[in-house]
């Protein structure tokens, strides 16, 4: 047994993995970010505080769903999603598409350096303070 105080509601629970949040807390959840994303299609001129008010659920949940994506905006929308890197408008997560791309290559080639490095045979000239020393 793993009991964990689920981050929603604040009951002990039997945690198995993923969120820390219990059943019927997943599902009334999920039925909230359905109740939203439906809102969303319906009134895609909502600000945030207007989709919070009226579906009941707080401003950092649905922020929270914007930043896992799950939810989006359309260009026209009040809420404004900007790139956390360049600024650039974004319509749902934390990076632009540009970013993320840029972000993936960054994250290939930080794995690949260290053994690029180590293949690199090692230098056979003198070092320059040892030169130095001779003369
Ligand atoms: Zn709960
Ligand atoms: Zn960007």
Redesign the pocket.
Known sequence: MNLRN??????M?NYVAGPT??????K?AEEDFQKVKQYIAENPHASLKQISEDNEVTTKQIQQWIREERLMFSKDSPIQLLCENCGEPITTGRFCAKCKTNMANTLNNSFARPQQALQKPEKKEPKAGMRFLDT
């Open positions: 689920c981050s929603r509601c604040g009951k629970f949040i219990c059943e019927p807390c997943k009334a």
